[in-house]
């Protein structure tokens, strides 16, 4: 990983190398006005990093009101795009295509790009983002510029020019660190307790990083390897378990994947991950022949609440076919599984696989599923069939045990409700 | 292999591990159909890597065809943008600015964007711009569609997301192989001839490269570390030449720039590299007070030949004066200079500084101007000003001497036109 | 630093890759013998990956028994030596040298050096030695054989085969988990701790490292930047304090010193640590114009204590005074200072600087020196004449204000004792 | 540049940064007794870069002084030696012992040990020997002083410290530039032969190199990747040959073996190349079963000139059973086999494999060897077991078609000889 960063580090010396840039005094609208219309890189570069530097300095306030300037003042002019796109109807060619092209596009997507002209810059505009989403929920014309830095965002961040790095513990702390914070499905509370997530032999850790953010995670995946499908995530993460060798380990579960920036909400990272992990992991280690996740499933015991039952959390049978008709039948109105994580890894082409009551006696796991999880079964050579199936007709791949919880729960269900 | 080589070799070697894509026999049309509609990226980037890997294996021919393809297939629906426009007009929110996006951007900017997700393609997509540069010069329909692509490539080329790298004698072979085919201004002839301009320590190379292309330079500049300007590329470069130790030099001569990418052709990075270049060796080697170039007149000669003047060119002194007048005075129709290098370099804010006869006396030197050269001056501390100055009113930063040459010459040609 | 491990982690890997070696059986005896005895590499190593292998499974009597018997079995034998020694006398010929060498080094320093074959024996033995130290302590033979250790280890260690990395929050975490073990000084407490003394930019850290052993700091020094010479090392410390900019800062303070392998006693690499890390400090920031440390005096207490005097350790003054006397004045019987940190430093040619009162009030540093600490002064151009008089006459240099504190104090004692 | 030099640079940039060493204008007699008597590093670097950059300049004459002076000046004291021997022999204690082997080392190798804590003088000292050995052939007294010098490259280039990298057309040009100038079995003639050599799947080459020297190759092994045995040099490197998969191989052809540094003569390399290189390609290449040499056999046509035969040279089949009696029973004197080039693999433990006529038919091939080469097979599993028969017995692994053909040999010598 400092390889990584060592590479790329130029990138980010240029930036202190010259220290904060001279603000000559303008106003930042001019300077917006004066970036956008630049001819050359030559004063925009300059340009660009005043403004930059000030938003670094910005309150939210200020940053509020730089966004709304974003918003109204480089909009989009609709009058323009008429004519500009009268005109390429009427002639179809290379120059009216290229005016209409540029009426179509508002500023506010120019002088982004413009931004990023200043080396290190990305990092800063993902930050600036993250401020927009935070700020400007609810906010029409706010979010209809995040929808530009989006469309930027999904270009820059194409999955082509990212990179995957294994994370170990012989990784630069600095990257560590923000791995620790970043986790976001069973908290890291150490570095002792980090150590033990990524030292031993049958643990492992992957992460997807931008050339131009090579300090920066941007979505991480923490895996273990074991000898068959685990049923529990403290029986995973106990201190006291034992190390199994890795060319013992038939199994590689996923069992915690985070995104790292808010920035990048929407723009999606974690299909790719899973798929280049398993594949990397695959050839690696030939003995590992099943691929799974050790997943929670949030939205289930907010479900189970407002069904017309009254279900006794001690009973594990009755959690697990619950659970299983809740992960395969429960739906949102656009026909989407109710819960986010199924949505997530089935949407990816995994399979519903098994289900684990007393899985995640962690409070938050005890509170939002009773305790149970599920294992998403990631099956190379059918994830492309599942997903398409899943894409166009809402069918979900669910292994035959896990059908046969869930009609079970269905059963009792309409017992109840009849 | 070079740290940079090293770093991203993973992109690639994704690539190769999986070996070409499986076909599946689709029509080309109906995989770019399936890509640009696919919902996610579980299909899609199967689905890219057979076009990108189709495409590899096309003659000329049925590049063509897939260029119209796209040209046709996937242009703009006017009637889309126009019905998408109104509702924007009407409604002003997110959803209706989104689908206006969606509609005034052409479906085959989307499908570039996914071809991108394979890794290692970005290369191969900078290679298809330049055949469809090559084969569809004059098209308009293809030339609409290039200005996608260098939409495209406009922004992923963004000058935050390029690293300038040294080239030295210590790079690897691979990347100096590419260094000897792409010199555009002054051929390098052998290995030997190589070493000459990188390994003496007062000579220097410098590169951009883009991360995703860790092996392709996508423009680089020789430099020599001199005492003094000099004003002959030959003594610049001869074999038997003294080398002055780098602590000794007061003068970084940038003698070539070259460009290697067709496929990127109208995306600038001279600027940028100029001055980062300029900026770097100032702070490596604090005894550099000097930057200039030594520069081709290329369009001088055809100009001269132009004029109603019969010219001595043995008149070192003659040939000076009228380089001056034609670099300061022959303007084109849009009131640009009429040499293409003077362009770029005052485009640049850099000034002219001094004229030298006999300064390239190699075939093509004496053929494009003469033998005459030109030191444009990049003074860092007035470039902004000069750019200004020349893109608001074309005024054109000059030494005084060389307005003097200049000055001789106009009074002669107007004798002579009189 | 893990550009470090990354180049030559595949000397460790091949260990690895083969596992353990398959042991044949044999007696250690037999092998130590064969190894010896061995003519070529070929069945050397592995037999030498057996010895290596054996050692690290066995216990502490198992280990004494094995340097028994290389102190036994594998000594020198006098007769040979002499009568190598009378061949060599009488012929003075290539041959009869050759026989001469071979008879006058114990098997046991080829023994070492076959096992050093192995890639990756080289920390094994380094824990060998370490093991030595502690079970031969007080026994001849045993300490003799340590010489051999020691005689190879000084060649292997040499200063030009050492590397100087920087130890930064960038630095691996296995890297740093071991500076947090290692240090000997002032210990770190936690990974905010280490933090804390790495990743402000008026803190820096470097380590020597040999390329056989890229995972292991031999010895690091820990640096504050500041502004003046500090006096407490409380102050520096504090995790409350303003952070310096490096450029602001005109001293730099070695406030640490750790050597981290038991194993390499007696190799000393302080000295080229302390001024290789000035060299290139004051290189890197031209700013800085004092380099001194701040250091313990840990035998000022028990010296004050056999002092004929009662001293009032609530007095200033006085404390700085006595150890003022003490490091310039108390002597061991071979004439070097009696203190072993005055040792160290005097001896690479510093001088006794300043002395501070309540400068280090943490428990360890109230009972070893009442809280005084002392800066020894790295003047660089002059520390190989400080060296010169410190060797040859045992002259210590002392700033002429710690001269006067020592005077004073010599006629307290007086005084007293009179 | 390379990962590897990258890494160590700073060792040498060290050396460079202070510029050469200021002279203080003692004789050189003066500055080795000084650095041999140097109590510590601190004036001991100073003088021993001094005594580096003096030789740098010398010509033959004054470094044959030099070593003169090494090889008398700092000679052993046989007198010393028997005292230190005779105490030691009383008292076998450990500062006896120590003693012991102070007196029985000549200071001359102390000297080279401390010259060695100038970093980057390693190559210097190497260089230093390759001098030795050219200048002092024949000499007794400096070939005495080079066994000193050979002593302590072995401790130093133990095998332990080298490090195998793999040299491809990515390699840094000026690594690349030392393979073309070492190559010594079948020479390289451009760098486009180089590139043949090195970039097509199925050629492979690897070189040992030291971390103290990390521009310097000690040994290179070229490696063409086949599909069955190969029997013709010019048919292995012919230019329009067709180039293989790496997955189709079967067999890697060692080629060639060159060594770099005149200055490591004797201390060898070559047996754990080749192992550490068998055993990587066959970890990376499970399809490869086959690791064989194309060899010369260069001491062959001289023998044969030596027999009481006359042989039809244009006779194949008699040419290689000729070939398969020289290599397996023509010896020197003292048992081991005639051919240089079969005493190396032969030692290693490879077998003669076969016999191809017509198989070097460069000039030097068909001089040496009257065009005919040898496989050698490294059988991994049977290599132990062939070196111990050849060291104990001098048996030779034959293939029994290679003993047939000796026999075949052995009856036509004996029919023409009796």
Chains 1, 2, 3, 4 share one sequence.
Not at 37 to 63: C, F, L, N, P, S
Not at 122 to 147: I, K, N, S
Not at 290 to 317: K, N
Request: hydrophobic share 45%; proline share 5%.
């Amino acid at each position: 990983m400092s390889l990584f960063a060592d590479l790329l580090s130029n990138v980010f010396d240029n930036r202190y190398r010259f220290g904060l840039a001279r603000q000559d005094g303008r106003k930042t609208e001019d300077l917006t006005a004066a970036l956008v219309g630049a001819t050359g890189e030559v004063t925009g570069q300059a340009v660009a990093r005043q403004i930059i530097d000030r938003y670094a300095g910005w309150d939210d306030d200020e940053k509020l009101g730089f966004f709304r300037h974003l918003a109204t003042d480089l909009d989009l002019d609709p009058a323009a795009v008429r004519a500009a796109l009268d005109a390429y109807a009427a002639h179809s060619d290379k120059a009216s295509y290229r005016a209409f092209a540029a009426a179509a596009e508002p500023p506010r997507q120019e002088l982004v790009r413009r931004l990023n002209q200043v080396p290190g810059a990305t990092r800063q505009l993902v930050r600036m983002r993250a401020d927009l989403l935070r700020l400007g929920r609810g906010d029409d014309a706010l979010m209809a510029l995040d929808l530009d830095f989006r469309h930027l965002f999904a270009s820059w961040f194409n999955r082509g020019f990212l990179v995957l790095r294994p994370i170990s513990w012989e990784s630069p702390a600095h990257i560590l660190e923000k791995i620790i914070a970043y986790e976001a499905v069973h908290a890291i509370h150490s570095w002792d307790d980090l150590r033990r997530r990524l030292q031993p032999e049958d643990r492992r850790c992957f992460a997807f990083f931008h050339p131009a953010m090579p300090d920066e995670p941007l979505i991480f995946v923490e895996v273990a390897l074991t000898k068959g499908v685990p049923g529990s995530v403290q029986g995973l993460l106990a201190e006291a378990r034992d190390i199994l060798s890795a060319e013992q380990a038939n199994t590689a579960v996923f069992y915690s994947i985070s995104n790292c920036q808010a920035g990048l909400a929407g723009i999606s990272f974690g299909n790719s991950l899973i798929k280049q992990v398993a594949a990397d992991l695959s050839s690696a280690l030939p003995g590992l022949k099943t691929f799974v996740t050790l997943s929670p499933i949030p939205g289930f015991a907010r479900w189970l609440d407002a069904q017309p039952v009254t279900v006794d959390t001690s009973d594990d049978l009755k959690l697990r076919q619950l659970a299983a008709y809740y992960l395969t039948r429960a739906k949102r109105p656009n026909g989407l599984p109710d819960d986010p994580v199924a949505r997530f890894h089935l949407g990816n082409g995994a399979q519903v696989h098994a289900l684990h009551a007393q899985a995640d006696t962690a409070p938050n796991g005890l509170k939002q599923s009773h305790g149970v999880m599920v294992n998403y079964l990631y099956d190379l050579s059918r994830v492309s069939q599942n997903h398409e199936k899943f894409a166009a007709a809402g069918e979900i791949a669910t292994a035959s045990e896990v059908r046969s919880l869930a009609s079970a729960a269905e059963t009792a269900l309409k017992e109840i409700t009849s």
